[in-house]
Every structure is written in structure tokens, then in C-alpha cells.
């Protein structure tokens, strides 16, 4: 049974600030990673895809993949009150293994 | 360029009542996907298909038939429907090689 781990949070960031979400897998083979937002009675928003060790910046967001540790972050900079949404890890290739997702506020 | 679109946005059925969630993509995708959302489980895969002809289970099929009818279309059948396939039912596609999912906006389904 492949498992996809998250805080479910609430994770509460002031504005302005480095918002970091956290995500660890247990299928070792994965290799695809993704990041989706999701807005309260809206579907999930596909924001990051990493595939390899390292960085990956878009904007604001910065997505971190460590295989060895099987570990995948997402670190959103400058957080802003639209940020405010739960935040989905997947993890996988043809259907998608995903974690329950933490829900981030961001606080004016 | 809609992208993926789904049919009804809402529905309410009585135990044991059938119908079919319809879904398609104007993308060219060839992977296509039905995902259930429920509060505290999170996103599961029911069924997938990975090319015009396939069909492939996921982690949830059970009470749930699927139809790769086209590229475009993939639709999602409920035989005789019972409460515990009260949800929130999304499809989604992908192109080729990239395996990056986008989702439809969604059936919310309550089976009574």
C-alpha cells in the first residue's frame, strides 16, 4: 500500500513570511512529485511537479525532493492571504497517490 | 479551451439507483482519471485508463464501472448506488510521459 504522509495543520503563517509544507512517501520507486492547491469546495490546482533530487522555483514557490529521505517540501515565499488553502502532496505516475493535505493560513 | 469538464456539478440518488458521471477533455491527453474525495481520506483513485481501449482499477473500484468511450471522453458509472458513495467525485487527464494530473471541477454525489 503505497502512503503519502502530511501534516493536516492548521498550519497558521503571518503575511509577508516563508510558509514550509512538509510531505514524506513510502514508495522508494516513486518519480513523480507534485504539489496541488485546493480552495475550500473547489478542485485541486496543480501548482508544482519536481521529478528529480533538488530545487525547483516557480514564482513564489519553491519545491524540494529528497529520494534517499523520501521527503518532498514545498516552501512558498511572501505568503499572502490568497495563499490560504489546503495544500496537496502526490506522489506517482499513472494514478496518483496523494496525502490528505495540510491546510495553510496565512494571517493579515 | 475549457479543459476538463464534468457532468452534473451535483446529484442526489436513492440507495440502489444507477447513473453515470460524464467527463471529457479538450487537452489531446491520452491518461484520464476518476478520483473520489472524501473528508479525512483524502483523494483515491477509483479507475484510470492510460490510452483510448484501457481501463485500469486504482485503489477504490469497487461499485463503480468505468467507459473509455473516446480520447476525449471517460465516464463513470455507479450500478446501484449506496450511501458509502457519498462524495465528492473528480476526473482528470494528463498528456503523455508527464504524468502532470489536471482536474475537473467536480460531482458532488449524495446517495440517500
Known amino acids: 500500500q503505497k502512503e503519502v504522509e502530511q501534516n493536516s495543520g492548521p498550519l497558521s503563517v503571518p503575511e509577508g513570511a516563508i510558509a514550509s509544507l512538509n510531505c514524506t512517501y513510502s514508495?522508494?520507486?516513486?518519480?513523480?512529485f507534485f504539489w496541488y492547491r485546493q480552495y475550500s469546495g473547489k478542485s485541486p490546482e496543480l501548482i508544482m511537479s519536481?521529478?528529480?533530487?533538488g530545487d525547483k522555483e516557480d514564482g513564489r514557490f519553491t519545491a524540494q525532493l529528497n529520494k534517499a529521505s523520501q521527503y518532498v517540501s514545498l516552501l512558498i515565499r511572501d505568503s499572502q492571504p490568497s495563499d490560504s488553502a489546503t495544500y496537496l502532496c502526490?506522489?506517482?505516475?499513472?494514478?496518483?497517490?496523494f496525502g490528505k493535505g495540510t491546510h495553510l493560513i496565512i494571517q493579515p | 479551451n475549457a479543459g476538463v469538464t464534468q457532468t452534473p456539478k451535483f446529484q442526489v440518488l436513492k440507495t440502489g439507483q444507477s447513473m453515470t458521471l460524464q467527463c471529457a477533455q479538450d487537452m489531446n491527453h491520452n491518461s484520464m482519471y476518476w478520483y473520489r474525495q472524501d473528508p479525512g481520506m483524502g483523494l483515491r483513485l477509483i479507475y484510470y485508463s492510460a490510452s483510448e481501449g484501457t481501463t485500469d482499477k486504482g485503489e477504490v473500484p469497487n461499485g463503480y464501472n468505468v467507459s473509455r468511450l473516446n480520447k476525449r471522453e471517460f465516464s463513470l458509472r455507479l450500478e446501484s448506488a449506496a450511501p458509502s458513495q457519498t462524495s465528492v467525485y473528480f476526473c482528470a487527464s494528463s498528456a503523455p510521459g508527464l504524468y502532470e494530473q489536471y482536474f475537473g471541477p467536480g460531482t458532488r454525489l449524495t446517495v440517500t
Open positions: 502526490a506522489v506517482g505516475a499513472d494514478g496518483l497517490t
Open positions: 514508495d522508494r520507486g516513486s518519480q513523480s
Open positions: 519536481i521529478y528529480s533530487n
